[in-house]
T-cell receptor, first 112, second 117 residues
């Protein structure tokens, strides 16, 4: 089983739609969780951290369910510019620098 | 600010050739990393350097060597390239070492696309 698993998609949604991605992780001792965004042929960039209580940043909401070991990302009112691949990222160990484990990503295509 | 700069951006090698990917960051970060990204595999850690003077193996270190030249620079060397090393390589840096101040934010370079024939 992969340490971090995501549905690769693509998710094709119309502009203005709400879309949600889930990600599961295998290591129950994982400490920190993040969503990164990667545009086509570009480098990944941090989108947001995921906190136990859930957190929101504008149109983006992230949730963590430790009991079921999954993370979710909700995007409301999708924009064309949201088209990208969204990487679920887990920090599995305490200490040891920022050794992060990346999922393979979920591709989102927002269409007119 | 330039952030993380990688060179070269593109390279084609023949099997058995050697090359070094260069990476430099201007954010005064302690930690630096080399990842490779392949279709369907996600980003996989090759080597990392938690601080100047230290390097450690990641998930896929075989066939690679690294040098943390100073705080700014972290290079990745392929001594004898193989077709299986065809990939996109990303260098990254972060400002934290311990979990207590870990933001989880890696700053990536633009990537180096390597093809080994």
């Amino acid at each position: 089983r992969k340490e971090v698993e995501q549905d690769p998609g693509p998710f094709n949604v119309p502009e203005g739609a709400t879309v949600a991605f889930n990600c599961t992780y295998s290591n129950s001792a994982s400490q920190s969780f993040f969503w990164y965004r990667q545009d086509c042929r570009k480098e990944p960039k941090l989108l947001m951290s995921v906190y136990s209580s859930g957190n929101e940043d504008g149109r983006f909401t992230a949730q963590l369910n430790r009991a079921s070991q999954y993370i979710s990302l909700l995007i409301r009112d999708s924009k064309l510019s949201d088209s990208a691949t969204y990487l679920c990222v887990v920090k599995p160990f305490t200490g040891g620098g920022n050794k992060l484990t990346f999922g393979t990503g979920t591709q989102l295509k927002v269409e007119l | 600010n330039a952030g993380v700069t990688q060179t070269p951006k593109f390279q084609v090698l023949k099997t058995g050739q050697s090359m070094t990917l260069q990476c430099a960051q201007d954010m005064n970060h302690n930690s630096m990393y080399w990842y490779r990204q392949d279709p369907g595999m996600g980003l996989r850690l090759i080597y990392y350097s938690a601080s100047e003077g230290t390097t450690d193996k990641g998930e896929v270190p075989n066939g690679y060597n690294v040098s943390r030249l100073n705080k700014r620079e972290f290079s990745l060397r392929l001594e004898s390239a193989a077709p299986s090393q065809t990939s996109v390589y990303f260098c990254a840096s972060s400002e934290t070492v311990g979990v207590s101040t870990n933001t989880g934010e890696l700053f990536f370079g633009e990537g180096s696309r390597l093809t080994v024939l």
